[in-house]
């Protein structure tokens, strides 16, 4: 897969509040399907499995079984790629225009 399709790939992970809420849950610590599932009780198993694959094939997340348990890892690194690509540049730029401004009515 080429890097702008692993790109496009991720944003259209990032695209459903569900994905980033199981993103969330799983930011601080790896948790099984079923967990998954529990915490999103208004959902039914179906549809979170759903999520996950598309978390999956994206690499945002890593799956392991153990056992009879699917565990869900978080893999931040196609989110960092992002932000190198698309939120640093753009961040540097406008931190350097205020600090031009700022610098210009001070003086």
Not at 70 to 89: F, G, T
Request: proline share 4%.
């Amino acid at each position: 897969m080429s890097t702008e399709s692993e790109m496009d790939a991720v944003f259209k992970a990032l695209a459903s509040p569900l994905r980033r809420r199981l993103l969330d849950d799983l930011k601080d610590a790896p948790r099984t399907t079923g967990d998954l599932c529990a915490r999103h009780a208004d959902l039914d198993r179906c549809t979170v499995m759903q999520h996950l694959k598309v978390l999956e094939a994206s690499g945002l997340i890593v799956v392991r079984r153990e056992g009879r348990e699917r565990w869900n890892h978080l893999d931040a690194l196609p989110i960092k790629r992002v932000h190198d690509r698309w939120i640093e540049p753009y961040a540097r730029q406008s931190v350097a225009m205020l600090e031009d401004l700022k610098t210009r009515l001070e003086t």
